[in-house]
């Protein structure tokens, strides 16, 4: 048995991150039409992937260069769970962390929820900002025309959206397994 570290946004506000609920934070700022409970959706994303896909990215995607803090590195060999997207406990250098929301650096196919499906690096430097939505569609395969992601054609940010549900792409039967081996 070994101690178990779960985290959550505040670990990484020391590292420039908005936490979640605080005065700047992701969801006290939604876009111009839509609260941030609604934009973080599966319905958003293929109902107005557009919209969905230009709040990820500013809300979530320009923080992927901000780096570790103290925490983070003290957290680096230690048994951790986070909910953080930002990835900044691998930057650290934790090898073995779980990310039970999923991973900004990382994006899936789009699939019907339910199988695990592979995972692969966001090529986060392919989108020219001057061209946002341009470079954001084709990033994640979504046709310029019908605007719909296609299932098993189109890509979708490995995140864990509110209308979605946990499943082993998510690594929660691993967290469970550590949840309940973990030192009491």
């Known amino acids: 048995m070994s101690t178990l570290y779960i985290t959550g946004a505040g670990v990484s506000a020391e590292s420039g991150i908005p936490t979640f609920r605080g005065e700047d934070g992701f969801w006290t700022i939604g876009s111009k039409n839509y609260t ?24 979530f995607a320009t923080y992927r ?20 997207i930002d990835g900044l406990d691998g930057k650290a250098g934790n090898k073995d962390y779980i990310a039970i929301h999923g991973r900004l650096d990382q994006m899936t196919r789009f699939h019907e929820q339910g199988p695990t499906v592979e995972t692969y690096q966001t090529p986060w430097e392919q989108v020219d900002e001057e ?48 949840m309940r081996y973990a030192s009491k």
């Open 36 to 59: 941030p409970m609604e934009m973080a959706t599966r319905r958003m994303y293929t109902e107005n992937p557009v919209e969905f896909l230009s709040w990820y990215y500013h809300r």
């Open 65 to 84: 260069h901000h780096g570790p803090n103290e925490v983070h590195h003290w957290l680096a060999d230690k048994n951790l769970i986070t909910q953080n």
């Open 131 to 178: 061209k946002l939505v341009d470079s954001l569609l084709s990033l994640f395969k979504i046709s310029k025309h019908t605007l719909t992601p296609e299932l098993d054609v189109s890509q979708k940010p490995y995140v864990l959206l509110f209308d979605e549900f946990y499943t082993d792409l998510y690594r929660i039967s691993e967290a469970q397994e550590r």
